[in-house]
């Protein structure tokens, strides 16, 4: 059972562009929803969560939104640049687990 | 801080031979979690310690996996008798603290073949 799907599976846009990646949960304990990049080669990496008590959260050119009556979240790359291109993972948990479900991963490509 | 280091970056066996995996989490962090990544199924959860004991294995897929932690610097996972559909990328992460807002550092993986 996927708890986290995470669309689309992948995505090319130029630079400067604003790719959105979209996930959606089922489980309603989820509580702080963290999003990971992974470069080839290497580990994921945090790079911004967000919990459910806020629709927005911005680090500088990242933002998360959420929508806690839809179960829905996404990731928001403005003026995007071609160091973004790597692998995007939304995440999930709460409750009394301590466990991350992740989605199935974006991979991003963005073109000079 | 070198951050998480795994042994060995890959690993090409045979089906039917004995890997082991080798993870050194951050030094200070009580938390250590062992994820497998593959394109079918993502990245998975296995099992993770806390102080060195075994809290969840549940995601551990079968009795031929197995995963220990004889102390705070040391962990491995152990896969025998390997088969091919074990073929993945294998990762480790530590964390400290008690939250599970509390960031996950992880490793750089270990890629496994299973021929």
């Known amino acids: 059972q996927q708890q986290v799907k995470q669309s689309p599976q992948s995505l090319i846009v130029q630079k400067g562009g604003i790719p959105i990646i979209n996930c959606a949960y089922e489980n309603t304990a989820f509580d702080y929803f963290p999003w990971y990049q992974q470069f080839p080669g290497k580990g994921p990496a945090l790079l911004i969560a967000i919990r459910p008590d806020v629709s927005e959260k911005k680090e500088g050119r990242f933002t998360i939104s959420f929508n806690k009556s839809a179960k829905q979240f996404s990731l928001h790359i403005m003026d995007s640049q071609p160091g973004d291109s790597a692998t995007y993972f939304c995440?999930?948990?709460?409750?009394?687990?301590?466990?991350?479900?992740f989605g199935k991963g974006t991979l991003l490509t963005v073109n000079p | 801080d070198a951050g998480v280091i795994q042994s060995p970056r890959h690993e090409v066996t045979e089906m039917g031979q004995e890997v082991t995996l080798r993870c050194k989490p951050i030094?200070?962090?009580?938390?250590l979690f062992w994820y497998r990544q593959t394109m079918m199924r993502g990245l998975e959860l296995l099992i993770y310690?806390?102080?060195?004991?075994?809290?969840?294995d549940s995601g551990m897929p079968e009795d031929r996996f197995s995963a220990k932690m004889p102390n705070a610097s040391f962990s491995t996972l152990k896969i025998q008798p390997s088969e091919p559909r074990d073929s993945a990328v294998y990762f480790c992460?530590?964390?400290?603290?008690?939250?599970?807002?509390?960031?996950?550092?992880f490793g750089p993986g270990t890629r496994l073949t299973v021929l």
């Open positions: 992460a530590s964390s400290f603290g008690g939250r599970y807002e509390d960031e996950q550092f």
């Open positions: 310690f806390n102080n060195n004991v075994p809290i969840d």
């Open positions: 995440a999930a948990t709460g409750g009394s687990n301590y466990k991350l479900t």
């Open positions: 030094s200070g962090h009580d938390y």
